[in-house]
């Protein structure tokens, strides 16, 4: 998405991020990333294509050791949401789970992702439940009113709707048709 965004000099883009728990029970502390894919699915084997697609789009997946529960990393991307880093924090989040091989469920792991984006008083923040609330309430939502039931899924414009990863040349063709 961001790669299509940088070929639109002419257009503004805001992006929001909202919180969508793909498995809220998976444990606290997170999985095995392997263990949990054997237990939920019997394999690993439906990410074969979301890696073969993301490589074509410079992303590795080089170092994903975790299935993280994602309550705490939802929660420091709306306190970065809310000082206009939600997409650089999240972004941070992605690389340290599927490319340095981070359990991001840690607390202290995302508090120094938080620290190194320079997010103040983000060890305060994610030592409390501050925010907690938000994230379930938005899991609801999305699940239960807009009947999403996978991530990325993407509103555009609000009436516009997909849901996957998709490419740069995807993303391309749907900024062009949106705004010719």
Not at 16 to 33: H, L, N, V
Not at 92 to 112: C, F, M, P, Q
Not at 142 to 156: A, N, Q, T
């Amino acid at each position: 998405m961001e790669n299509a965004f940088e070929q639109f000099d002419d257009v503004e883009f805001e992006v929001a991020w909202r919180s969508y728990m793909i498995d809220p029970s998976t444990p606290q502390d997170g999985m095995d990333y392997l263990a949990y894919n054997k237990k939920r699915w019997g394999g690993d084997g439906w990410t074969y294509s979301m890696r073969s697609s993301a490589r074509a789009n410079g992303i590795a997946f080089a170092d994903w050791k975790w299935w993280p529960h994602t309550l705490q990393s939802h929660r420091l991307i709306q306190l970065a949401e809310k000082q206009g880093k939600g997409s650089d924090m999240k972004e941070r989040i992605l690389v340290a789970l599927y490319e340095e091989g981070k359990n991001t469920s840690d607390k202290e792991v995302l508090i120094r992702i938080g620290e190194e984006a320079g997010l103040p008083n983000v060890r305060e923040y994610m030592m409390s439940d501050e925010g907690t609330q938000e994230v379930v309430q938005q899991d609801r939502y999305g699940k239960r009113e807009l009947d999403i039931s996978g991530v990325p899924f993407f509103i555009i414009n609000n009436k516009h709707t997909f849901s996957g990863a998709q490419s740069t040349d995807h993303w391309v063709r749907v900024i062009r048709k949106l705004t010719l």
